[in-house]
C-alpha cells in the first residue's frame, strides 16, 4: 500500500502515536549514515507485507582470521600451503552456543513462536519471516518505501535496534539499512520484474571498432595502440603450457544478463589463437545463472567475451569454470556466488539480503524456481571478478560480514581478484564522497570500492604501454579512457602484509592532499595490490572486433597468471598458492614486478594520487613478471 502525498501533513504526534515504543534496554545497532541519491521516500508499506528477516550471529575467532589466514599464506610461514578444510572453517567460525542461545531467547521473549525460527546448517544466521509490524515492534524501526524515477523500488528503514544484551551476539540484520544505489540500466530494467544491488562492471568501449583492422595478429609494435595475447605474453614473460589441467581450476565470475557469445570466442580465437576454436567454459549455473543470447551488443556481451577471450588465451590448454550467476528475472550479487562455493555462508533460502541479493526460489513467472546454490562446488582455486560497487554504498557490518568470507577462501586455498575500479580516486561514474562520507555530485573527497578494500582480496589496477612506447619500455599507469582505481579504505583496518609498504609510501612520497580529501590517517587498508595492462586490448564482441579498456582487463590477466603458478606448483605435487597477498608484499618478491612509476589516477577534481617508486595507491607494487615469479612460488612448500 502506498500512502498518498496528503498522508504526510498528518500532524507530528498522530505519527508518532504509530511508531513502536521505545523499550529502555534496546540500543541502536545500525543507523544508515546518509539517504541515497535518486530515490524519494513514497510512504509506508502495508503492515502485513511480510520481510524475510535475517539475523547474521557474531562468530568466534573471527579477531584471529589474519592470523589464521597469515599462517598458510606468508612466505616464511611454517605452515605455508597448508590450507584448511570446509569442515575446518565451519568448526574454527560457528557462533558459540550461548550466541544461539542468546538471540534464540530474545526472539522467542518478544512472541516469535519457536517453529518460526529457521537455522543455517553453520548456524551463523537465524531466519524469520515477519510481518512490517513485527519488525518495527523488534526492531524499534520504521520502514518506508522507496521509489527510484526508473520506477524501481525497495523497502527499507534508517536505523535499528537490539537489546544490549543481545547486541554483541548479532553482527547484523537483513533487511535493514542496506540500500539499493544503482539501478540496472534501462535495457536491463526491461528484462526484470525485481531490482536488486547489482556490481557494476568495470568496463568501457574505445572509439573505434576494429573489424576491418584485425584480420592477422598485430605486430608487437603496435601494442601501444592494439593490446592481444602476444603483447601480454611479451608484458609478463608468460611462458608456460599448463600440465595439470586435470588437477587445476580457474573461475570467472559473471552477472546475468552478461554472457558470452560463442561466435565471439571464435572469431578472437580464429585471429590470435587458432588451435581454440570451438573451445567453451565449463558453465557453473549459480541460482539459474544462464549464459542467454537473446540480448546481444557491448553492454551484455562484452564483459564476459573480454574475461574468457583472454582468460583462455592465457592459460591454454587449461578448462576454465564460468561462475553464471543469478537468473534472467531477478539476477544476484556478491553474496550469492559466495554461498555457492562456501555452503557455511548459506541460510535459509540463502541467507541474502533481498534488498541487495536474488532471493532463490524464485517467486517470479520465469524465474528460478529451484532451491538456492548452496555449497554446490569447491572453491575454484583462481576466481577473477571484473565487477565492483562503491565502499560508500555498503555498511560497515555488512561489509565487514563479507569481507570475512573472502577471508575464509583464503585460508582454504582459494586467490580471489577484483577490478580496482575504473574511476581514479572517484567512485563509480566519477561521483565522490562529501564530507559525511556520502556521495555527492559535489562531492571532493575519494570514493574507494568495495570489494576490493576488503583485505583478504587481492585488487587488480590498470596500466598502459604508453602511447609510442613499445612492450620493451616501462609501462604507465593506466590514462587512456579509464583511470586505475586506488585510495584507501573508510572501513577496513590495515594488514600486516601492507603494513611497511603503505607506510613507506606515505612518508616518503606524502600525497598533496588532506583528511578532507582521503583517509589519510595511515592504518586504513590501501589499494590496488598490484596491477596489469587494461588499456586498449582487442576483443571480439558481438561480430565485430572493438577496443575495450578497463580493470576488467586486468583482472583476468592477473588471475592467469596465477593459474599457471598454480599449474607449475600441482605438476611438483604441491598446492595452489591461494591468497597471495602476503608474498606479493614481501621482500623476497619484490624482484617479480615491474615497479610502475609514471601515470596518476585522478578524479574528485584533482590529479590523484602518483606512481612512484615501490608501493604506490594507483599500481600497487606493479605487474607481474612471470618468469621471476614462478620461481619463487614454486620455491614455497
Known sequence: MRLSSLAWALPLVALASALPARRADLVVHERRAFEPLDWVAT??????????????????????????????????????????????VVELFRPSDVTVASVTEWLVGEGISPDRLKMSASKGWIEVNATIAEAEALLDAQYEEFTHSSGAKQISCHSYSVPEAVRPHIDLVKPTVHFLHRIPTSDQLQTRKRSFERPSTHLKQGAKKLSADVTITPSLENCDELITLDCLRALYSIDHTPVSTDKNTFGILEFTPQAFLQSDLDMFFANFSPSQVGTAPQLISIDGGVDQTQMTGFNFNGESDLDLQYA???????????LQTGDLVEGASFNNWLDAVDGSFCTFEGGDDPTQDGIYPDPLRGGFDEPESCGILPPPFVVSTSYGQDEATVTAAYAQRQCAEYGKLGMMGTTVLYSSGDDGVAGGGGVCLNAQNQPSRRGTKFSPDFPVTCPFVTAVGATQVNPGSTVNDPEGACEQVIFSGGGFSNIFAMPDYQAEAVTSFLTNHPPPFTAAQFNNSGNVRAFPDLSANGANYVVAVAGEFE??????????????????????????????????????????????????????????????FTSTEGWDPVTGVGTPNLAALMPLFLGLP
Not at 583462455?312 to 564460468?322: R, S, T
Open 43 to 88: 510512504g509506508r508499506p502495508a503492515v502485513d507485507t511480510v520481510l524475510p528477516l535475517r539475523f547474521g550471529l557474531t562468530q568466534q575467532n573471527l579477531h584471529r582470521l589474519e592470523e589464521l589466514l597469515m599462517s598458510v599464506s606468508h612466505p616464511t610461514s611454517a605452515s605455508y600451503g597448508q590450507h584448511f578444510s570446509p569442515e575446518d
Open 312 to 322: 583462455f588465451g592465457l592459460v591454454n590448454p587449461q578448462p576454465i569454470l564460468l
Open 547 to 608: 577496443l575495450v579498456f578497463g580493470t576488467s582487463c586486468s583482472s583476468p590477466v592477473v588471475g592467469s597468471m596465477i593459474t599457471l603458478v598454480n599449474d607449475a606448483r600441482l605438476a611438483a605435487g604441491k598446492g595452489p598458492v591461494g591468497f597471495i597477498n602476503p608474498a606479493i608484499y614481501s621482500d623476497a618478491f619484490k624482484g617479480a614486478f615491474h615497479d610502475i612509476t609514471m601515470g596518476g589516477n585522478q578524479g574528485c577534481g584533482t590529479a590523484g
